[in-house]
């Protein structure tokens, strides 16, 4: 079965570090992607990991066990506008390859003064 | 603005009506996507075209949803005899092929949301 899990709900404040966990159990993987989404509109992509380690982008970084089935991604320095959803999602790979992804629930973030 | 776009942007139907959406991808993105999402979740695959073919379809499309895109490019998502679970947001994505390396990230459209009523 494809399962993935992530927390549903998650507040800190401003000028803080948040880490959003993942874990998941698929059928296949060929990496996994971080998308923000904020109300309203569509998912915007912030992060990709193939290989296990850790990806930095700027404020936020993202990081990979394929052992353990498991990613965070980090945010630092938090600002109000980074309230929004945050979406793990794992690339399908299997040999039909599509490329589809499987999302999980989605964290929402609040971000207080 | 040469990212995905989707029309129209909101629809409200009746129950048992029919409807069409449009999705415009990338230019040069060869993979085109469908997600429907519903308050609280993330997005569920739909269905997926490399060019003008649709090579696969989720179990949780019914009969009464189809998909072409018979140039290879825009798309349409239609449904038919629309029911009130049919209510969510429906995306579209679009990437290139992954081809083995890093990439073929998706890109997706501001989405179109439908209300059965």
């Known amino acids: 079965g494809q399962n993935i899990d992530q927390p549903t709900e998650m507040t800190a404040t401003e000028g803080a570090i948040v880490q959003i966990n993942c874990t998941y159990q698929?059928?296949?993987?060929?990496?996994l992607f971080w998308y923000q989404q904020h109300a309203g509109e569509a998912p915007t992509f912030l992060s990709y990991?193939?290989?296990?380690g850790l990806e930095e982008k700027g404020r936020f970084s993202s990081f990979l066990s394929r052992s353990k089935g498991y990613s965070y991604l980090l945010l630092k320095e938090l600002q109000m506008k980074d309230s929004a959803s945050y979406l793990c999602a794992v690339r399908d790979g299997l040999a039909s390859n599509t490329g589809k992804l499987i999302f999980g629930q989605g964290t929402t973030l609040q971000v207080k003064p | 603005d040469t990212g995905v776009s989707q029309n129209p942007r909101h629809k409200i139907t009746k129950r048992g009506q029919n409807v069409t959406f449009r999705c415009d991808p990338i230019?040069?993105?060869?993979?085109l996507y469908w997600y429907r999402q519903t308050l609280g979740q993330g997005p569920e695959f739909l269905t997926y075209?490399?060019?003008?073919?649709?090579?696969?379809k989720s179990r949780l499309l019914s009969d009464r949803f189809s998909a072409e895109r018979p140039k290879g490019s825009f798309s349409t998502l239609e449904i038919q005899r629309t029911e009130q679970g049919d209510s969510a947001m429906y995306l579209c994505a679009s990437s290139h092929s992954t081809s083995g390396t890093f990439g073929g990230e998706q890109f997706f459209g501001p989405g179109t949301r439908l209300t059965v009523l």
């Open positions: 230019s040069e993105h060869n993979r």
């Open positions: 075209f490399q060019n003008e073919a649709q090579l696969e």
């Open positions: 698929t059928s296949g993987f060929n990496g």
């Open positions: 990991n193939v290989l296990d």
